[in-house]
């Protein structure tokens, strides 16, 4: 019996200690926490596999750091509270700085710069901000496009807004006439445009200029130096704007 009781003790010791384990950045491991439905940045393509502007950006810079790479799709709404748990290393897909957000995790430099736009139809009467007035409004959840929104006066003036739990919910809905306008990335909206074209239309005014970085847990200010010298170096040697240039057609990265 005192046998098999030091048997159990040991594997519910094990159980514990599995449990209580984290992902950290300090093993040989990134978990990187992403939108699988983020495109140009982090999206499944047509045999469901993960592509993306971040997902190459990240696989490098793991390279440099002499890590491994894991993408963990995350319910976006959670992020922060799955990097601050441990579950993932990184919040790395099209992530917006913002004063916020700082106060929740650590920051790497900004990599890319971005804005807010509203989308519609091509053939939608709307032409400007004011026009939003009296209207439906689709946006992603908690994101930054809520925030730039929310900043905007118009945002008082809108009939209802409709959040969805990602950006393709909400273009659907656009094009079903189940809201006449979307709050969106302007580097998304204009993959989605590319790749549709004719169906969409971009007003001239934008709602926010923003700027894209990657967040780190907060007190894992070795992870985010160690980062943050893989970036420096993929700027110096090319890598960065080689990668750019196959998603954008254009070195687009900050230096």
């Known amino acids: 019996m005192k046998k098999i009781a030091s048997v159990l003790a040991g594997f519910m010791l094990l159980l514990t200690v599995v449990g209580c384990s984290s992902s950290s950045g300090g093993g040989n491991e990134l978990v990187v926490g992403i939108d699988d439905k983020f495109a140009p940045m982090g999206f499944r393509d047509e045999s469901n596999e993960i592509v993306g502007f971040d997902i190459d950006y990240a ?4 390279e440099k750091m002499g890590k ?22 990184l919040i790395w897909n099209g992530y917006t700085i913002t004063d916020e957000r ?22 939608s009467a709307i032409s400007s901000i004011q026009d939003l007035a009296g209207k439906q409004i689709g946006l992603q959840s908690l994101s930054s496009a809520a925030d730039a929104l929310s900043a905007n006066e ?20 656009l094009k079903n006439g189940r809201v006449d306008a979307v709050v969106i990335d302007e580097v998304v909206m204009k993959y989605y445009m590319s790749k549709e074209e004719g169906t969409y239309k971009i007003l001239e005014e934008s709602l926010a200029p923003e700027q894209y970085g990657i967040g780190v ?39």
């Open 217 to 255: 847990k907060k007190g894992n200010e070795e992870l985010l130096e160690s980062l943050q010298k893989a970036l420096d170096e993929m700027n110096a040697d090319g890598t960065a704007a080689k990668i750019s240039e196959k998603w954008f057609g254009e070195d687009k990265v900050l230096k």
């Open 59 to 62: 696989r490098a810079a793991a």
């Open 68 to 89: 491994e790479v894991k993408f963990q799709p995350i319910d976006w709404k959670a992020k922060e509270s799955e990097l601050s748990s441990g579950r993932i290393d």
């Open 102 to 123: 700082k106060e929740k995790v650590l920051f790497t430099k900004p990599y890319l710069e971005n804005s807010q736009v509203v989308a519609v139809l091509s053939d």
């Open 154 to 173: 118009i945002h008082a003036q809108v009939e209802k807004i409709s959040e969805f739990p990602d950006n393709v919910l909400a273009l659907s809905d």
